[in-house]
């Protein structure tokens, strides 16, 4: 995400709205922590998953991260959006379901951090509009 930011803008003074991929990186791995700590929710116990931490199993941090890379992309990347679009959808499905494949979520889990992260990436998209009318305005 940091590469693209730098890749993407470099040619230009920074700005605020420019860490609006990185806040949301951050952002998703804040939600997910404290998510799992509300939740406590247990993992499945069969499955291929070796357990050797006793982290609780809502939400999925694989996939939420996975996804929410693929909201960066979106920021970042104006060109081929339906492609962009098309392969993030299959990664995070292919993400998803390793994790339900190893046993190391429940169903629920990895779609709960799909909408955990589709939610983040709209609030994300928001406040980059925001910040990129204010930017005009000034």
């Known amino acids: 995400c940091i590469v693209l930011i730098f890749r993407q803008y470099w040619t230009h003074?920074?700005?605020?709205?420019d860490f609006v991929p990185l806040a949301l990186m951050v952002g998703a791995g804040g939600v997910a922590t404290v998510?799992?700590?509300f939740f406590d929710r247990v993992r499945p116990s069969s499955g291929l998953a070796i357990q050797f931490d006793l982290e609780p199993s809502f939400p999925s941090?694989?996939?939420?991260?996975?996804?929410?890379?693929?909201?960066c992309l979106l920021l970042v990347y104006s060109g081929k959006r339906v492609?962009?679009?098309f392969l993030i959808m299959l990664i995070t499905a292919f993400t998803a379901f390793e994790r339900l494949l190893v046993g190391a979520h429940w169903f629920t889990d990895v779609v709960g951090s799909m909408f955990m992260a589709v939610g983040?990436?709209?609030l994300m998209k928001?406040?980059?509009e925001f910040?990129?009318?204010r930017e005009r305005v000034m």
């Open 131 to 133: 910040l990129a009318e």
């Open 61 to 71: 941090s694989h996939v939420a991260f996975v996804a929410v890379a693929g909201g």
């Open 35 to 37: 998510a799992k700590l």
């Open 83 to 85: 492609l962009t679009v």
């Open 120 to 122: 983040l990436f709209f």
């Open 13 to 17: 003074a920074w700005y605020l709205i």
């Open 126 to 128: 928001f406040i980059e």
